[in-house]
């Protein structure tokens, strides 16, 4: 199997959050206070570890995540760049991402981060509604976050931004008016989620007492195809099945997950995918922040799990992220990173009736969901799964 040498995407976890959202099961956390230059030193051995495991590599995309990315000095965003630059060869159309919440004390510092290198923003709005806001925990209005926007649209050539729907209360006519608005404000992207109770979380807390109600699950997927038509008829088709952009606005970096292409993962809990040597590995840093941060400067990383993936986990996910793409799974690229083509790997009688249900487009150069499968993607991963033959 050829080894696609040529791609690379970085991912960057910044950790920490004024506040901690209800619904959110990422790894995030509150500090009072933050050793700006330890953190920035640590980000950037742990950079330099991955990028030396990765030679000749072409970087396509950064992707500043957390937490808040926002919260992190503009410098120490810009060092990682610079830094970057001095590891890999850059995409001369490199898209370089930071996610920000819509604070009046964040969006002061905008212009520095496009300074810095910083060319497109992504903002976690969730709501244009006061009330939903301040049910889902966030800490600015919908008037911060429509200001936010307009600053935005003056300083980045590409931006988007988040919303949640399915929120408690919420009814579809409530949610077709955020979304006409919604139309108004975008420039290019909008991704649009539906809320899921994650364990763990107070939401899930608060469901399990019986607090918490959410639309009936027929709302949910009204919602959903109202958020899918309304969507593309202004121009914003799904590309994914949450996300929505004009054609050449899609998010590059995401692109590169949902392709199942290599990317390094920096920071508390960062995930990565590389090939070496013909085999996918899968990294996962320490969660912890205190202890990520001090193994990454005594060893230069904080690596705590580095594991070849076995073609059956190389399945699995390649499957579960293609899925979720308008287009599907290309069959080259397929057979590039498993090594068998997907008619070789299917027992061709359960894609027959997945095709008769109309749940999947099965296609000789590839094969995808359609869009009542992915309304049921879930279930209809499981089902291809199964559907695995045995090894030779």
């Known amino acids: 199997m050829s080894e696609q040498k040529d791609d690379i995407a970085l991912y960057v976890h910044w950790p920490f959050c004024l506040s901690l959202c209800p619904y959110c099961d990422f790894n995030s956390h509150v500090r009072e206070t933050v050793d700006q230059g330890a953190w920035r030193e640590a980000l950037l051995r742990e950079l330099e570890h991955y990028a030396a495991r990765t030679p000749s590599r072409r970087l396509t995309s950064i992707f500043f995540g957390g937490g808040t990315p926002s919260l992190m000095p503009p410098a120490t965003a810009g060092a990682l760049i610079d830094r970057a630059r001095t590891l890999f060869e850059l995409d001369p159309d490199i898209e370089i991402t930071l996610e920000a919440n819509p604070t009046s004390a964040e969006s002061d510092a905008l212009a520095r981060f496009a300074e810095v290198g910083i060319n497109r923003l992504s903002l976690g709005v969730q709501a244009l509604d006061d009330a939903a806001l301040s049910a889902l925990g966030r800490t600015h209005s919908a008037a911060e976050a429509r200001a936010t926007i307009a600053a935005a649209s003056g300083i980045f050539d590409r931006y988007s931004f988040d919303l949640i729907y399915a929120r408690p209360d919420q009814t579809p006519d409530q949610w077709r008016r955020e979304l006409d608005e919604a139309i108004e404000l975008a420039h290019g992207h909008i991704s649009a989620y539906q809320l899921t109770i994650e364990a763990g979380t107070p939401y899930f807390l608060a469901q399990a007492r019986g607090d918490l109600t959410l639309p009936e699950e027929v709302s949910g997927a009204a919602m959903f195809e109202q958020t899918q038509h309304t969507l593309a008829a202004a121009g914003l088709p799904a590309y994914e099945i949450s996300n929505h952009a004009k054609p050449g606005q899609e998010s590059r970096h ?19 995918r590389l090939t070496e040597g013909g085999k996918i590995h899968a990294t996962r840093q320490h969660r912890a922040p205190e202890i990520w941060l001090k193994k990454a400067l005594e060893a230069g990383h904080a690596t705590r799990q580095d594991a070849v993936l076995t073609r059956d986990t190389k399945i699995a996910e390649m499957v579960m992220m293609g899925l979720r793409l308008a287009d599907g799974i290309d069959a080259t690229n397929f057979r590039r990173r498993i090594g068998r083509s997907p008619a070789d790997i299917f027992a ?43 090894p030779d």
Do not use: K, S
């Open 254 to 272: 995401n692109l590169a997950y949902w392709y199942y292409r290599d990317y390094v993962g920096v920071g508390p809990g960062a995930h990565g």
């Open 348 to 390: 061709p009688e359960a894609i027959e009736r997945l095709v008769e249900a109309g749940y999947i487009e099965w296609r000789d150069d590839g094969f995808g969901a359609t869009r009542e499968g992915r309304q049921r993607l879930n279930a209809l991963v499981d089902v291809l799964l199964d559907a695995r033959r045995a």
